[in-house]
Nanobody
Framework: QVQLVESGGGLVQAGGSLTLSCAFF????????MGWYRQAPGKDREFVASIKWIGDITHYADSMKGRFTISRDNAKSAAYLQMSGLRVDDTAIYYC??????????WGQGTQVTVSS
């Protein structure tokens, strides 16, 4: 059973940076597409960024382009989200997701990111 554990969230001032980590357990990490999503209070969960298992092809939500960078380390079975130029409206719970080739999705428990003005 795949399990995902996010870490690295916290409180940061606007303009600051954070790097989130997603540790992957219970499967062959290199065969999963990985993604980051977030959910702000009172809002729906939204896509942040993703990285394919083959070719490390990345995709970003428009508002994150140029500020966020998704990456993966297959040797460590981990995915990362480097965030810079953080804004107050980036405040949310950030979730890691792993997509299997059969279409099944696995989610982590989330990590809180709070950006203060």
């Amino acid at each position: 059973q795949v399990q995902l554990v996010e870490s690295g969230g916290g409180l940061v001032q606007a303009g600051g940076s954070l790097t989130l980590s997603c540790a992957f357990f219970g499967g062959i990490f290199s065969s999963y597409d990985m993604g980051w999503y977030r959910q702000a209070p009172g809002k729906d969960r939204e896509f942040v960024a993703s990285i394919k298992w083959i070719g490390d092809i990345t995709h970003y939500a428009d508002s994150m382009k140029g500020r966020f960078t998704i990456s993966r380390d297959n040797a460590k079975s981990a995915a990362y989200l480097q965030m810079s130029g953080l804004r107050v409206d980036d405040t949310a719970i950030y979730y890691c997701r792993a997509d299997a080739d059969n279409g099944y999705e696995y989610w982590g428990q989330g990590t809180q990111v709070t950006v203060s003005s």
